[in-house]
C-alpha cells in the first residue's frame, strides 16, 4: 500500500504546536473582546456566486471550487462534459459546480450582515477565527489551508475605527512580544494616482503591480506595467511617487506635491492627518508607518488599509485590512460602511516559533503521573488523582500494572513532572511518594498534603 500522504499546503497539529496556537488565539481574541467586538462563526463554504467577483481576477483563480453531488450519474454525463469544458475555457458553470471553500473572512462577513442588517445592532462590531483555503502555490508562510482572526465593524464611516485597529495590531504583537511594523496606506491616494496616469481603469493594474513592489522590485513592476500600455510619463508619476520616503508627516507632504490638486489624494490626505492626530497614537510600542507602496490587491476596499510585517523574520505580511464601504452593496443593501483587519495566525506562528518566544507556560500538558502498581495501591491511587482534577491539576494514572522503568519513560517522553507512587507501604501509611522529574528530588509526604505539594513544588 502506498504511504499515506497530506495534500499539499495542509499540516497536522500535534498537541505542542495546539498547545502554542491556542496561546495566539487566546492572546488575539483578549484583545477583540477588550475592544468590544463579539464573536461569530459563518460556514466552511458558500454559495459560488457570493466568493467570485470580490477578490480581483487573480483572487478569483484562487478559490476552491466544490463539484456538485451526483456528477456520475449516467443522464448528466454530456451535460457534466459541456460544464467542463466551461470551467476549463476559464468560465463557471452551475452544472458542475455552485459553491467554494471560503477564501477569507470578509465576504461571508458581508454576507452575514446583508442577510441579518435588519436585526443588527449597528455599528456591529464581530470577530472571528476560524480555517480559510486558497489553491495558491505552497511555500514558507503560505499554505492552502490556514487560519484568520478577522475583526470587522459596519455601520460606521467614523475614522476613530481604524485608530482603535492600529491599537489592536499595537496590543496584540506586544502582548505576543513581537516587533512589527503597521503599515498604512488609502486606496483613495491609490485612485488619485490611476487618475494622474490616464484614469480611473488603471487603478486595477496599478495596484496589482505596485502589490508585488516588495516581492519583484522597482524595475519589475515598471516592465509589469508598461507591457499593460502605462506610458513613460506616467511611470515616472508612479516611480516618483513609489519612491516618498522621510517621517509620517513628510510623506504627507510630498504626496501633496505629486497628487494634492486630485479630489480623491485630498480625502485620503485628510485621513491621515485627522487618524495621526490622536495623542495616543505617540505612545505605540510598535511603529506606525505610512507607506505609500503599501496596495493589498482586493477590489473591495474603499479607504485606509493596514499591513503588518515582522521587523525580525523575513515573512510575508502577518496582518491586513481596510475600509470597504461598498461590500454589503454587492448583496443587495448598500450604504453600509465597514473595515476590518485580519491576523494571519500560520505566520505568526512561524515567526514566534523561530524566534523562540513561545513562553514554557504555554506548554499545558500533564502535570502528575501516577505510576500504576497492585489492585488495591491503584484504587487508592486514583481515588487521589480524582481529588487532585477537581482542584484543576491535569493528572493521569498510567494505563495498566508495570515496570518501574517503562512508567518512568512514558512521563519522561510525555514531559510530565511529577510522578505519584502509590504501593501497599503507602497505602498503610497513609503516605505516596513524589518524585520531581525536573530536579529529580523524591521524598515521602503525606495524601493529604498532596494537592499543597503539587501547586507550591
Same mark, same amino acid.
Request: net charge positive.
Given at each position: 500500500m502506498p504511504k499515506p500522504t497530506l495534500p499539499q499546503g495542509t499540516r497536522?497539529?500535534?498537541?505542542?504546536?495546539?498547545?502554542?496556537? %491556542?496561546?495566539?488565539?487566546?492572546?488575539? #481574541?483578549?484583545?477583540?473582546? &477588550? $475592544?468590544?467586538?463579539?464573536?461569530?462563526?459563518?460556514?466552511?463554504?458558500?454559495?459560488l456566486e457570493t466568493?467570485?467577483?470580490?477578490?480581483?481576477?487573480?483572487?478569483?483563480?484562487?478559490?476552491?471550487?466544490?463539484?456538485?453531488?451526483?456528477l456520475n450519474h449516467p443522464d448528466k454525463k454530456q451535460k457534466v462534459q459541456d460544464a467542463f469544458d466551461q470551467v476549463m475555457a476559464g468560465k463557471s458553470s452551475k452544472d458542475i459546480t455552485e459553491r467554494a471553500l471560503r477564501y477569507d473572512l470578509t465576504i461571508p462577513f458581508a454576507?452575514?450582515?446583508?442577510?441579518?442588517?435588519?436585526?443588527?445592532?449597528?455599528?456591529?462590531?464581530?470577530?472571528?477565527? %476560524?480555517?480559510?483555503?486558497?489553491?495558491? #502555490?505552497?511555500?514558507?508562510? &503560505? $499554505?492552502?489551508?490556514?487560519?484568520?482572526?478577522?475583526?470587522?465593524?459596519?455601520g460606521s464611516k467614523s475614522l476613530l475605527n481604524e485608530v482603535e485597529f492600529i491599537h489592536m495590531y499595537d496590543d496584540v504583537f506586544s502582548a505576543l512580544q513581537l516587533k512589527v511594523e503597521i503599515r498604512?496606506?488609502?486606496?483613495?491616494?491609490?485612485?488619485?494616482l490611476a487618475e494622474a496616469c490616464g484614469g480611473e481603469q488603471w487603478m486595477t493594474p496599478i495596484t496589482v503591480a505596485i502589490d508585488k513592489l516588495e516581492k519583484v522590485g522597482l524595475e519589475q513592476v515598471k516592465s509589469e506595467l508598461i507591457s499593460k500600455g502605462v506610458s513613460e510619463d506616467a511611470w515616472k508619476k508612479i516611480q516618483a511617487y513609489l519612491e516618498i520616503s522621510g517621517t509620517n508627516e513628510e510623506k504627507i507632504t510630498a504626496a501633496e506635491q505629486i497628487l494634492g490638486n486630485i479630489p480623491s489624494a485630498q480625502q485620503a490626505i485628510a485621513d491621515f492627518k485627522q487618524i495621526l492626530q490622536f495623542p495616543s497614537l505617540t505612545n505605540l510600542k510598535q511603529e506606525l508607518m505610512i507607506d505609500f507602496t503599501l496596495a493589498r490587491?482586493?477590489?473591495?476596499?474603499?479607504?485606509?488599509?493596514?499591513?503588518?510585517?515582522?521587523?525580525e523574520v523575513a515573512m510575508g505580511s502577518i496582518g491586513g485590512g481596510g475600509r470597504y464601504d461598498n461590500l454589503t452593496g454587492s448583496f443587495g443593501v448598500p450604504g453600509v460602511p465597514g473595515a476590518g483587519i485580519s491576523f494571519g495566525v500560520d505566520r505568526v506562528y512561524d515567526?514566534?516559533?523561530?524566534?523562540?518566544?513561545?513562553?514554557?507556560?504555554?506548554?499545558?500538558?500533564?502535570?502528575?503521573?501516577?505510576?500504576h502498581l497492585e489492585p488495591e495501591a491503584s484504587l487508592v491511587a486514583f481515588n487521589l488523582m480524582q481529588q487532585l482534577r477537581k482542584s484543576g491539576v491535569r493528572a493521569e494514572m498510567f494505563h495498566e500494572s508495570a515496570k518501574f522503568d517503562k512508567q518512568f519513560k512514558y512521563a519522561e517522553k510525555k514531559q510530565i513532572p511529577y510522578v505519584i507512587i502509590l504501593g501497599a507501604k503507602e497505602v498503610e501509611t497513609n503516605s505516596c511518594v513524589v518524585k520531581n522529574l525536573t530536579t529529580g528530588q523524591q521524598e515521602s509526604i503525606n495524601q493529604s498534603q498532596l494537592l499543597q505539594y503539587v501547586f507550591e513544588g
Open positions: 497536522d497539529f500535534n498537541a505542542e504546536t495546539v498547545y502554542k496556537r %491556542q496561546y495566539i488565539f487566546s492572546t488575539i #481574541r483578549s484583545v477583540f473582546e &477588550r $475592544y468590544g467586538y463579539q464573536p461569530l462563526e459563518t460556514p466552511s463554504f458558500e454559495q466568493l467570485m467577483g470580490k477578490y480581483g481576477d487573480e483572487g478569483d483563480q484562487l478559490i476552491f471550487k466544490i463539484l456538485n453531488n451526483g454576507r452575514y450582515v446583508a442577510t441579518h442588517h435588519g436585526q443588527l445592532t449597528m455599528p456591529f462590531k464581530r470577530f472571528q477565527m %476560524q480555517p480559510v483555503w486558497r489553491a495558491d #502555490r505552497p511555500q514558507k508562510g &503560505r $499554505y492552502r489551508e490556514f487560519y484568520q482572526c478577522d475583526a470587522d465593524v459596519v498604512i496606506n488609502h486606496r483613495q491616494i491609490l485612485a488619485a490587491g482586493l477590489n473591495y476596499y474603499t479607504g485606509c488599509i493596514f499591513e503588518i510585517k515582522s521587523k515567526v514566534i516559533e523561530e524566534l523562540k518566544r513561545f513562553p514554557t507556560s504555554v506548554q499545558a500538558g500533564t502535570q502528575v503521573l501516577f505510576f
